[in-house]
């Protein structure tokens, strides 16, 4: 089974046992949902099941789940809200039950229309944080000016012209092999779900990363990681994530300036030069064009903050 559940946790329901097992194990291999996704998943639907053992007074099964009202899905989402949950987790928590419930009725286990009447709590609406072109430049610069310097230096420099240069994540740029080397002019990446995309990689990309590579003090074959760490394993995300701390503490910009920030700054200033979002959602491997659209926001923002401080009647 795909990502381990304590099922007994749930119920002592042996359908809704084994319907968990399957709906875990769809997750993970049809939906091709991450370990971190199916975990989140795993979690939201015990605590839901935990809420309603105390809710009903005893462990829920098939009969339980089919009786259930529109008032008891809402106090779960009241339980979890005054537990301090973010909008953001309380969406996802009541996405989690009405997954597992949809299986059940997929399943022929339970069905209850009630669940349809509930609405999402609404997400806050998040714009990505953007860096500007000459500090993500700077960012990328001092990124070589790493204390520990030689082929570290060499190293972090690479990483973020990848997220800069490529739009990656940092869980994709520190996924690649050996086996990219030597770098073309396009890079094949495997990104959320395993859906797979095709990104340009500029030369100054490639002469970042080959002469990483060519200083690399360790014997490392084609499926080895193409970023390590000092002791030649694969280089952990915070690693970089402390040397973007350090950039941006010398560089005096904001906490947002992380290094996912960067692969926003990609897509906003190919945006702003002139980039079709159909263009760059497929460079971001976005699954929905809604997702991509946000950064249009970022730069109509920066028009009408040109606007404010620019137009003689905005003052």
Known sequence: MAGHVNL???SADRDIQESAADWFRWLAQERRASPHTVSAYR???????????????????????????????????????????????LARALSTVRSFFRFLEKSGVVHNPALATIRTPKRPHAVPKAIGVEDAKASVSLAGEN????????????????????????SEALGL???????GRTLTISGKGGKQRIVPVLPVVREAVHGYTAVTPFLLGPADPLFVGVK???LDPSIIQK???GIRMALGLPETATPHALRHSFAT?????????????ELLGHASLSTTQRYTEVDVAKLLDVYDSAHPRAR
């Open 8 to 10: 007994i946790t749930l």
């Open 43 to 89: 979690h939201d639907l015990t605590v839901f099941f935990s809420f309603l053992s105390g809710h009903l007074g005893g462990e829920p099964g098939a009969e339980e789940l089919r009786a259930l009202r529109a008032s008891d899905f809402r106090s779960y989402l009241a339980h979890r809200q005054s537990s301090g949950l973010a909008a953001t987790s």
């Open 147 to 170: 204390p520990a310097g030689g082929w570290v230096s060499l190293r972090d420099t690479a990483v973020l012209m990848l997220l800069y240069g490529c739009g990656l994540r940092i």
């Open 177 to 183: 092999n050996r086996d990219v080397l030597p770098l």
């Open 232 to 234: 030649g394993r694969r």
């Open 243 to 245: 040397r973007m701390r």
């Open 269 to 281: 200033h190919l945006l702003a030069g002139g980039g079709d979002l159909r263009s760059i959602q």
